[in-house]
Structure formats: C-alpha cells, structure tokens
C-alpha cells in the first residue's frame, strides 16, 4: 500500500486560501531551486505595447495603459473565446479603456484572471482580446506577431483550462465528483483500515478527456502554453503547475509529460541534444490536430514559435518549412492514412486515434506545406541521424519561396513555389468508393490494371498516401485543349470513383547497407515520392496530392500468379528509365 503513495487532499475551490498556497508554493520553488537558464527569474521583462494595470484587491477599476518601453512583472492570461460576445478593444472604444474599465463590464474569465494576478502581488495583466486593437488590421497583424514574445517573458501564464468560452469562470466550487472519498479494507490479518482515494482526470485515446481541458484543443493557445515560463492550469478538478522544469498537480503528483500536449513548457529548452529538425516536426505533430476557427490562423497561430527557433538557429523559414531541411519537412503524411495503415511502420504500434479525412485548406498555404490542408500530420522518415546517414538524395532543389501576407514573416501566406529537379515517372492514379474507404492506387504509365486491384497495393510494398480525399477537375492546356486533371476535394465527399494522369517525383532512398545503386533496383530498403497532379491554373505548374513509398519486401515468387508476377515486376522498377525533369509544384 504505501507504493500508492501519499498526496494531498484537494481544495473544494480553486480559489480557496488552500488553492493558492499551492501557487505560492510552486512560485517559490520555481525562483529559488529551479536553474535560470531553464525557469527565467527575472522579475522584470519590457511591457507589451498595451497592458492592463489591474491595481491590488478592492480596486473597482483597470486602467488599459499604452506603454513606452517600461518593464515590469505582468502577467499573460491564456484562454477560449468561444462563441460568445467577448469584451474586446476596437479603436472605437480604446480611448474610453484607456481612461478605465470597470470591473462589473468583464466577462467571468476576464474577472478570475484579475483576481489571481493580483493575489501573487502581479500588478499588469495582458489580454488578448482586450490588448489588440480587433477591428485594426494593422494592429493585428503587428501585435499577433509579437503575442509568442509577451508570452515567452511573462512572469507568469494564466491558463483558463476548464473556460469553454470568456463567461465560464474558474475559480469556483468544484463538483463533488472529485471529492475525497474513505474507502474501507482489511490487512491480511482482518485489522480494518482505510484508504483515502479521489478521481483524476483520465486522458481517453481520442483526446476527448483531456486533462487540461478544452483549452489544449485550441491551436492558439499551443504557442502561449510552450512558450510560457510557468503556467497554472486550472482544470475543471485541480490546479496544474507547469514551469520549464516540472509538471506536477495540486495534490502533489508529478504528471508525466511524454503526451504530446503535456509539458509543452518543457519541450523547447535549449539543450545539448537540442535538434532544431526533430523539435519543429514533433510541434507540428502535435500542433496540427488543434481546432481554429479560421483557417488562415493556421501559420500565424505558430508563428511565436517559428520565431524563436530561427532565432536560435538562423533557418529560412517558408510557409511552415525549413529550406535547411526541405527534403525531410515535405515527408509529411496525413493523418486520415496513417491511421489507416501506417501505425506499425511508425514503430509506435496503434495509438487508437479516429481522424475524419482531412480536406484542403483555406489558410492558403502552397500545397508542399502541412498547413495547407486542415487536418493533423505526422512524419516517419530523417528523423534521427542514422537515417540521415543511409539517406540518398534525388531531388536537387533550385527555388522556394512564399509570399507572406501581412506584416508577420512567419504568419499567413498567399502561396508559394518549389522549383526541383527530379527523377519523375508518369502515373495513373485510381481509387474506388472513394468517399467511404479513401483508398487509392498508382500504376506506372503503360503497366498492366487488374480488374481487382483493391489489396495488391500492399502486398507489392508500394505506398500511396493521399492528403485528403480527391475529386476531378478542368485544366487548360497550352494548345486550346481541355485536360480533366485531379485535385484536392474541399468536400468531405470527393468524387465516388478517380482515374487520372498523376507525376510521381522522387525525393529519395534509404537503405540499410552500402551498395553499388542502380535508379530502380529493389535492392534498397524505402524510396519516397511525392505524387503530383496538374494545376488548374497553368498546365505546367503542378499541386501535390500525397507521398508515395516503396518498400523492399522479401517475398516467394513462385507462390504468386504469372500475372501478379509481372505486375511485381514493374512495381519494384517504378522508377527504371525515370525522366529527370524539372517541376514547379505549388
């Protein structure tokens, strides 16, 4: 029994005196034991451009102050707009903020925030809503661009996890559900004795339980919470302390942070076995399941962090991408397939996830970025450096680029291109039941289709994965001619059956040994393609559909048809007499 272990009872109310002397706790902790370069001390940072000046208890008035270089201690409140009518600052009313707001006119998070400021003696407080001019777009795209930096020197974050909306307070009575409760046993000799045992948020599979609550769905609230120095959550049954050197719950529990969405504090310290690639590919992992209302939010949501990991590296930075690392960051596959058949090769086995097929973007990212579709991604290849050792490039690079919109050069973009050159093969792409199963098939160009072909895909070692469902679409060719292309659907429905003209790019090989390389042996372990479809909008400019693998596999010709003998063979030769072309993909 004592491998149990022994905790504290929780508060009834996250705003008890019991509540807040865990804070207290945690703060000192943090100030006094914890290392300066992880938990910055400094009690000092410059203001954002506005703040709010919150006085000390029984003020009845905040005053939204427009700084000029002060520093001070302040405070950052993350937390759910919701649906609601959220109080917010438009250039109409900063004169009347600026001159005072009284506290009876802020929603019920709003409020709660204010009251826990000022209870750990923090004097200013930033709100998003309330510190940005919302009908400004110059204002807004200014003041967005620096939201990852107000976060980073904060103080502290205050994180309204159980807040659905900015009118759901939480500092409140907590449900009896997560009362302390006696349970009643015997020893082993029959003396009775008592355990004292209480509920804890259990993370389900599908994140519908998530223990930080609502808050760690949204996409926005992604970049406050990593680049936080300490962050308090509260959760609909406890208070969650979080700095950049522990997670640890309000009874006393350490929480394990090896979640994607727990102890994102943590996960951007800058250590001897930082690696800048793997870092920014495990945050879009983690990122890119996150809700947004508007699309176009996907990148600017991010982009706080983005910044700071080309400060510290100096990378180029292009509509989600590192152009140092552009071959491994196009290796991105959605989620819809993975979790359909690419669990094993993940080496993660099956994380249970249920992901609807994502469908194209409005963020209006070029089609090679993982923002371009809504939707979560992930990556399974150069992710360490043994397989960067057994990586051989095929794919030279001549140009990237995107245009950013707005002010924010790591915010939203209005397209993009890559200009490569590459060993390409022509292809015929076909799925059926397109809406219900998602599943498609390539075939080189002039290779035998057999009538079924709904499982041979697999049982080659090719594989196709798409970014969303498809559908049929118009292109204009050169000469005046109509040419039905295939593209991305933004509909959760695609066309029922696709058969169309795809260009299958390879970007490159891994293999397990060293060995005298002939372009298409099967003597290799992973070729990677990107599978390419033309533009609606220039018939010599291509979009990208998916990424297609090849996969060695040792199997027993004689056991397999003649006809699946001779499809095999010109699987495993996909890419023989592969033209090296130079293609722009956008």
């Not at 915010?411 to 998602?438: C, F, H, N, R, Y």
Request: proline share 4%; glycine share 6%.
């Amino acid at each position: 029994w004592p491998s149990l272990g022994y905790n504290r009872p929780l508060a009834v109310n996250s705003g008890s005196i019991e509540a807040f002397q865990f804070i207290e706790e945690q703060i000192h902790e943090c100030l006094v034991s914890h290392d300066e370069s992880v938990c910055s001390k400094s009690q000092s940072h410059p203001l954002p451009k506005r703040i709010l000046q919150i006085g000390s208890e029984g003020d009845e008035r905040l005053v939204l102050l427009e700084t000029a270089g002060e520093s001070a201690r302040y405070a950052t409140l993350s937390h759910c707009w919701g649906g609601g009518n959220v109080l917010k600052t438009t250039e109409d009313s900063l004169k009347c903020f600026k001159q005072g707001i009284d506290l009876a006119l802020l929603p019920k998070t709003f409020l709660d925030a204010v009251t826990v400021a000022r209870k750990i003696a923090i004097r200013f407080l930033w709100i998003d809503s309330l510190c940005i001019i919302q009908n400004s777009e110059e204002d807004w795209q200014i003041e967005s661009s620096k939201m990852g930096s107000y976060y980073q020197n904060a103080f502290i974050t205050i994180a309204a996890s159980s807040s659905k909306d900015a009118n759901s307070p939480f500092l409140q009575e907590r449900a009896s559900w997560w009362d302390s409760q006696e349970i009643s046993h015997e020893d082993s000799e029959g003396n009775p004795f008592a355990v004292i045992a209480q509920r804890r948020q259990r993370p389900d599979r599908k994140l519908q339980n998530n223990p930080l609550g609502h808050l760690s769905t949204r996409a926005w609230t992604f970049q406050e919470n990593m680049l936080s120095t300490r962050i308090i959550h509260y959760t609909s049954s406890e208070i969650v302390w979080e700095c950049r050197r522990k997670m640890v719950s309000e009874d006393g529990t350490v929480v394990r942070t090896d979640r994607p969405e727990l102890g994102l504090a943590s996960k951007l310290s800058v250590g001897s076995e930082f690696n800048p690639w793997n870092h920014w590919q495990e945050i879009v992992i983690a990122y890119s399941t996150r809700d947004l209302t508007f699309s176009i939010d996907k990148l600017p949501a991010l982009s706080g962090i983005a910044s700071k990991i080309q400060s510290l590296t100096s990378f180029e930075y292009v509509a989600g991408l590192w152009k140092q690392n552009l071959l491994a960051d196009l290796l991105w596959f959605s989620h819809s397939d993975i979790s359909q058949w690419n669990a094993e090769n993940l080496g993660r086995g099956s994380n249970g996830l249920e992901h609807s097929r994502p469908l194209k973007s409005t963020s209006g990212a070029p089609s090679w970025s993982w923002a371009s579709i809504d939707g979560g991604v992930d990556y399974r290849v150069l992710r360490d450096p043994d397989e960067w050792q057994q990586f051989e490039p095929f794919l030279q690079l001549k140009s990237v680029d995107a245009t950013v919109r707005g002010l924010n050069p790591f915010g939203a973009v209005t397209g993009g291109s890559i200009t490569a050159t590459g060993p390409t093969v022509e292809a015929v792409l076909i799925s059926k039941d397109t809406a219900q199963s998602g599943s498609y098939q390539l075939f080189r160009e002039g290779e035998p289709i057999p009538e079924d072909c709904s499982t041979l895909l697999q049982e080659i070692g090719a594989d196709m994965c798409t970014d969303t469902i498809l559908e049929h679409r118009e292109v204009h060719l050169a000469n005046g001619s109509m040419e039905r292309t295939i593209q991305r659907s933004v509909s959760t429905i695609g066309t029922s059956e696709i058969r169309g003209p795809v260009l299958v790019l390879m970007i490159g090989l891994i293999t397990r040994s060293p060995r005298v390389y002939e372009l298409g042996g099967y003597e290799h372990d992973r070729i990677y393609a990107l599978v390419l479809a033309r533009s609606e909008t220039a018939p010599d400019i291509y979009t990208r559909l998916g990424v297609m693998e090849i996969h060695k596999h040792n199997m027993a010709f004689e056991s397999w048809s003649s006809y699946t003998k001779v499809h095999l063979h010109h699987r495993k030769n996909f890419f023989h007499h592969a033209n090296t072309t130079a293609v722009t993909i956008i």
